[in-house]
């Protein structure tokens, strides 16, 4: 059933749990009251009891029958109370009640069949009607016995679509690859007289964050069509050949509701390749892949259904999956470049008041590598700090705030730092800062802070990309390594020891310098050869099995250690040298940084350049 805002429930899952949960309520109170009412606890006395109570003048009427005797009495407190007793063939008992006046009467003592009525077969009965119902409603709307058969999906009919492409931004390639569905949906008569068919199903692959989801119902947006939305996590359950169920509900209802387009986000969690873990095979997953695959071969693209899913796994996906004839077309969504980043903001600021001194691109600057998700947070974050401030609207440090606090954490206002410690910070940060500036190969620095923020900074220098950069020469990367040893340099200049404060330093530089030594072939004694693949690329290979060949020879890997080490060796001493041939400017950025806490690039073009200006 279509609700007010365009979207069917999961079906069987809501309706079932509020059905099921009042009924259960209600017979429990029923079966209570039936209970209380039919089965009063009475209580036992012994018969010598009952007949002290009748001398007494306390039993106000009694039952007899041939096995017990029951009635009502007075009790000490005044109120009466309900008894019984066994029967005693006792010949004064009828003169005893009759002389102290009791309400008497004699009962049939065959009651078995009573009993067993009341006592057995109505309430045990009426718990059965109701676990009936209850089975019944569960078939009805779940696919057999709790559920376990149905597919939980969602539906959103669209008729009118809340998504649409504009409110998708940052993927515009994803979105024209995307059209051709779209216009096919619209139309599919167009593409069908000539012979063509759309694509069976769409991939779209890309970092979690990137808006695969969003993109997916912008299309059935487009389109106008239904959107059937389901996780791959939902197709398996510890009973074998549930997936296998609810792949074909699935299918089946996108059939119904043709033209539509069926979601399966993260369908790694089913599409995993069968060859990948053979010794830990699961028989149930395997299952719903064999059936997904039957299913996208089964149907016709004719008849509208389009199978669109999303994950950001793919180099685990089986490649039966990816052949011609499933998923037929795979759409990269990747990360934002800097205009994809400014429309992404564009987009989400339209809901907030903005100050006048916000800045969109400068922000679209500041978040390299951060995707729609981490953008449509720190609008959020930026709102909320305005909002906690009583501000009237949310200004450009506020937005500042919100990016420093998702790349490097929340400010740390109650730790405590040693005036030693934040001193050796200051000089940390500024010999950063000032390699950063001199170098060409080096982003310009935004921000200079000594701030603790997160589990472990300290502090840290921001640096600022002045446009995006797809290509990086060797002389490049190798200024970044310099820029990374410049806060260890100056700790050694200036204490003439080192801390443990360089440890991600270190971690950063050791990898650029490896990628340049194994990946690249910028090395002249290694030589133009890729002896070590990157791990954040490694795919299936035709097999569907990760290849771990381990070819390099024991003496190539003791000659990469040795160019690596050289390397690193050589930027640490260059940006050595660099800080002591401009150490008053490290003394006079490390002292005000001292004072101030939070340098921005113009008081740090101040000091690099005031000597010069001097000399001139």
Partial sequence: MENKDNKQTPKGINNFSKFSVIYLLLGILMFYMYQSYFTTQKTTISYSQFKKLVSENRVIKCTLS?????????????????????????????????????????????????????????????????????????????????????????????????????????????????????????????????????????????????????????????????????????????????????????????????????????????????????????????????????????????????????TNRPEVLDPALLRPGRFDRQIIVDKPDVNGREAILKVHIKKIKLGNDVDVKTLAQMTPGLVGADLANIVNEAALLAARENKDAVHMEHFEEAIERQLAGLKKKNRVIKEDEKRRVAYHESGHAIIAYLLPGADPVHKISIVPRGLSALGYTQQLPTDEKYLITKEDMLDKVAVLFGGRAAEEIVFHTVSTGAQ????????????????????????????????????????????????????????????????????????????????????????????????????????????EDGKD
């Fill in 66 to 310: 041939d096995r017990y005797i029951k009635g009502v009495y007075k009790g000490k407190d005044g109120k009466n109370k309900e008894f019984i007793t066994v029967s005693v063939k006792d010949p004064n008992l009828v003169k005893d009640l009759e002389a102290h006046k009791v309400n008497f009467s004699g009962t049939v003592t065959n009651t078995w069949l009573t009993n067993l009525i009341f006592g057995w077969v109505l309430p045990f009965g009426f718990l059965f009607f109701l676990w009936w119902i209850m089975t019944k409603k569960m078939r009805g709307t779940s696919g057999g016995l709790f559920g376990f058969g149905k597919s939980r999906f969602k539906v959103y009919l669209n008729e009118k679509p809340d998504v649409k492409f504009s409110d998708v931004a940052g993927a515009e390639e994803a979105k024209q690859e995307i059209e051709e569905v779209v216009e096919y949906l619209k139309d599919p008569k167009r593409y069908q007289r000539l012979g063509g068919r759309a694509p069976k199903g769409v991939l779209l692959v890309g970092a979690p964050g990137t808006g695969k989801t969003l993109l997916a119902k912008a299309t059935a947006g487009e389109a106008g069509t239904p959107f059937i939305s389901i996780s791959g996590s939902e197709f398996v359950e510890m009973f074998v050949g549930v997936g296998a169920s609810r792949v074909r509900d699935l299918f089946n209802e996108a059939k119904k509701l043709s033209p539509c387009i069926v979601f399966i986000d993260e369908i790694d969690a089913i599409g995993k390749s069968r060859a990948l873990n053979s010794m830990s095979s699961n028989d149930e997953r395997e299952q719903t892949l064999n059936q997904l695959l039957a299913e996208m071969d089964g149907f016709d693209s004719s008849v509208g259904v389009i199978i669109m899913a999303a």
């Fill in 504 to 611: 991600n330093d270190l971690m950063r530089a050791t990898d650029i310098v490896r990628a340049v030594v194994t990946q690249f072939g910028m090395d002249e004694k290694i030589g133009l050869v890729v002896v070590e693949k990157p791990g954040a690329t490694r795919f299936l290979t035709s097999e569907g099995i990760m290849k771990e060949k381990d070819d390099i020879s024991e003496k190539t890997k003791e000659l990469i250690d040795e160019e690596i080490s050289k390397i690193m060796q050589n930027s640490y001493e260059k940006a050595k040298q660099i800080l002591l041939e401009n150490k008053d400017k490290l003394e006079k950025l490390a002292k005000m940084l001292l004072e101030k806490e939070i340098i921005n690039e113009e008081e740090l073009k101040l000091i690099m350049e005031e000597d």
